[in-house]
């Protein structure tokens, strides 16, 4: 059974810092993992999607990698902002999606 | 780009009551749709997939009497929550497949309802 694990629960870090979020999977046959920014309330916003076959992509200040073999995900944002501070999940797809818990960062101005 | 649609938005109903909450793929067709609640500071977790023209499948635990799933037409996929109680108040998205494999069958979410049960 798929299980998804998102490290850090919650982070807080001043403006401007760099920072990385860390999503495990327990099973590596997957379509793609795809990276979610979530406000409090509101719905998923998409934010980076990762084919099997795709090792990273990039969107402004953020770049998801993907490493399918040990199961491991990393959502870095550049040069953060407080506009940044929400939920990030992290979701998998095999035949369905199973999604993290999710990662609350705040970012301190 | 493929856009998924909510309606409601929020509900406020009274316990005993059903309530109907429709997802719509806007500019896409999608054979399969998937129907995800999410309990306050909790991740969002699947209920059920919805196929156009054929019964919903659920997922384990979830009452497939009580949350009743119609994917009438590629567009459309409907959750009816029946008898709603105070513990169905949640968050629930929707999600649809564009059957058409571009963006290598992607899924696509709404933007959520709001359920509170009084």
Redesign the interface.
């Given at each position: 059974k798929q299980e998804v694990t998102q490290i850090p629960a919650a982070l807080s870090v001043p403006e401007g810092e760099n920072l990385v979020l860390n999503c495990s999977f327990t099973d590596s046959a997957i379509?793609?993992l795809?990276w979610?920014r979530q406000d409090p309330?509101?719905?998923?916003t998409?934010l980076l999607?990762i084919?099997s076959s795709q090792r990273e992509q990039t969107s402004g200040r953020l770049n998801a990698s993907l490493d399918k073999s040990s199961g491991r995900s990393t959502l870095y944002i550049a040069a953060s902002q407080p506009g940044d501070s929400a939920t990030y999940?992290c979701?998998v797809?095999d035949d369905?999606?199973?999604?993290?818990?999710?990662t609350r960062l705040h970012i301190l101005p | 780009g493929a856009v998924v649609s909510?309606h409601p938005s929020r509900v406020i109903c009274k316990s005993g009551t059903s309530v109907k909450i429709e997802c719509r793929s806007l500019d896409f067709q999608a054979t399969t749709m998937?129907w995800?609640r999410q309990f306050p500071k909790?991740?969002?977790?699947?209920m059920a997939?919805s196929n156009e023209g054929s019964k919903a499948t659920y997922e384990q635990g979830v009452e497939k009497d009580k949350f009743l799933i119609n994917h009438a037409s590629l567009t459309l996929s409907t959750l009816t929550v029946t008898s709603a109680h105070p513990e169905d108040s949640s968050?629930y998205?929707c999600?649809a497949r564009d059957r058409s494999g571009r963006a290598?069958?992607?899924?696509?979410?709404?933007?959520?309802t709001?359920l509170t049960v009084l």
């Open positions: 379509y793609n795809q979610f309330g509101k719905g998923l998409s999607l084919q999940l979701a797809r369905k999606i199973i999604f993290g818990k999710g | 909510q998937f995800y909790k991740s969002l977790m699947l997939t968050f998205i999600s290598h069958n992607e899924q696509f979410f709404g933007p959520g709001r």
